[in-house]
């Protein structure tokens, strides 16, 4: 499992769309540890291009706060799970949370 945060200043960015970059996580799946954080820049805003460019980089799953109804539709044509309604925290604990059943996610933000 793979999973993908947008980030602005260390935390998760509500607008996943425009991010300065991306946390991946790689996750064992048997006992939910994370075993590798890599950090990528988000390239350059463009409507579609978000979904196959987590998708070329193994992104299975991604925690966002605010997602329109397209783009959620564009992940799951590419094989990402969306979780959406996540609030503004550090990266670390959404995984942990998500992990753990325990991610409290709100109000999706985004309506287009």
Not at 20 to 49: N, R, S, W
Request: charged content about 25%.
């Amino acid at each position: 499992m793979r999973i993908a945060l947008p980030v602005h200043d260390e935390r998760l960015c509500m607008h996943f769309g425009h991010c300065e970059k991306f946390a991946l996580y790689d996750i064992d799946e048997q006992t939910k540890a994370i075993l590798k954080k890599e950090e990528i820049p988000a390239p350059v805003h463009e409507p579609g291009l978000l979904p196959k460019w987590l998708h070329d980089r193994g992104a299975t799953v991604i925690i966002a706060g605010g997602m329109g109804s397209r783009a959620q539709q564009l992940f799951k044509e590419n094989g990402i799970s969306v979780v959406v309604g996540a609030p503004a925290e550090i990266p670390e604990k959404l995984v942990a949370d998500y992990l753990s059943g325990i991610l409290q996610s709100g109000e999706n933000i985004c309506d287009h």
